[in-house]
């Protein structure tokens, strides 16, 4: 039997610009550096990562159709489309996927609008306020959820 290891880290609309981001909400990493410590919290897991940042929607919503094919899991932080982006959260439940959602920042702590996440019920869980260790934590939980 092949392991199901292989975990689909996706990022949306504006996260490749981390680094030209609020240092003091988002902390002062890169995308390039955030997306190698996503890779090194995975390999000590032994999951397998693959990654994907997009700012269309389409584009990410088609990525998602053919997620079943490429990973076993999903950890996703859609960035502002977590607030509002229907599509995200339908295409989301046709991959039908284990999946975490991870936000750097403290959602629940800032602005209204940013209270409101469309994919939430649809995750095993939420994780928020950590910034890089995040995904860590996340990683940790769909190891959990593959039964590793
Ligand atoms: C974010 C929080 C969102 O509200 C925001 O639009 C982002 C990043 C986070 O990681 O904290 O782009 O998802």
Same mark, same amino acid.
């Given at each position: 039997?092949?392991? &199901?290891?292989?975990?689909?880290?996706?990022?949306?609309?504006?996260?490749?610009?981390?680094?030209? &981001?609020?240092?003091?909400?988002?902390?002062?990493?890169?995308?390039?550096?955030?997306?190698? &410590?996503?890779?090194?919290?995975?390999?000590?897991?032994?999951?397998?990562?693959?990654?994907?940042?997009?700012?269309?929607?389409?584009?990410?919503?088609?990525? #998602?159709?053919?997620?079943?094919?490429?990973?076993?899991?999903?950890?996703?932080?859609?960035?502002?489309?977590?607030?509002?982006?229907?599509?995200?959260?339908?295409? #989301?439940?046709?991959?039908? #996927?284990?999946?975490?959602?991870?936000?750097?920042?403290?959602?629940?702590?800032?602005?209204?609008?940013?209270?409101?996440?469309?994919?939430?019920?649809?995750?095993?869980?939420?994780? %928020?306020?950590?910034?890089?260790?995040?995904? &860590?934590?996340?990683?940790?939980?769909? %190891? %959990?959820? #593959?039964?590793?």
């Amino acid at each position: 039997m092949t392991t &199901r290891n292989r975990v689909l880290i996706v990022h949306g609309v504006n996260l490749g610009m981390l680094g030209r &981001r609020p240092a003091e909400i988002y902390g002062g990493i890169t995308f390039d550096q955030l997306e190698q &410590r996503i890779a090194v919290f995975a390999h000590e897991l032994n999951l397998e990562p693959r990654f994907f940042q997009t700012n269309h929607e389409g584009a990410l919503v088609e990525h #998602l159709h053919r997620a079943d094919d490429r990973a076993d899991a999903i950890v996703i932080n859609p960035g502002a489309w977590t607030h509002y982006a229907w599509s995200i959260r339908d295409a #989301l439940e046709i991959a039908a #996927l284990p999946t975490v959602e991870v936000h750097l920042s403290d959602v629940d702590a800032r602005e209204e609008f940013r209270r409101i996440s469309v994919i939430r019920d649809l995750c095993v869980e939420t994780v %928020k306020g950590e910034g890089v260790e995040g995904y &860590r934590t996340a990683l940790t939980r769909i %190891k %959990k959820e #593959l039964e590793l």
